[in-house]
């Protein structure tokens, strides 16, 4: 079994930083692209930003130039860097990985539980 397990999320004012962590554990051979989804109140889950393994990164265009994807692939883990927040960054964050848990296993999308940022004006 694998597991993505969050935490970073709280309350902060706008133009306040947060830093959300993710760490994959469980059966894990490969990890491929990792990212952060957020699903705001009432609409769809939308993707953040997104990081390969290689280190390549993707972001929402509402979030570049303030928000920072990273890795570390000893620890199996992806972070989300966010600074210069605003109310509409107000979501459930939602962690995502792309996992092989065996060699030779096609790789599998695995989701977090969420952790709830709210940005307050």
């Known amino acids: 079994q694998v597991q993505l397990v969050e935490s970073g999320g709280g309350l902060v004012q706008a133009g306040g930083s947060l830093r959300l962590s993710c760490a994959a554990s469980?059966?894990?051979?490969?990890?491929?692209?990792m990212g952060w989804y957020r699903q705001p109140p009432g609409k769809q889950r939308e993707l953040v930003a997104a990081?390969?393994?290689?280190?390549?990164?993707n972001y929402a265009t509402s979030v570049k130039g303030r928000f920072t994807i990273s890795r570390d692939g000893a620890k199996n883990a992806v972070y989300l860097q966010m600074n210069s927040l605003k109310p509409e960054d107000t979501a459930v964050y939602y962690c995502?990985?792309?996992?092989?848990?065996?060699?030779?296993?096609?790789?599998?999308?695995?989701w977090g539980q969420g952790t709830q940022v709210t940005v307050s004006s």
């Open positions: 995502n990985a792309n996992i092989s848990p065996r060699p030779a296993i096609y790789p599998t999308n695995y």
């Open positions: 469980g059966s894990i051979f490969s990890i491929n692209a």
């Open positions: 990081i390969t393994s290689g280190g390549s990164t």
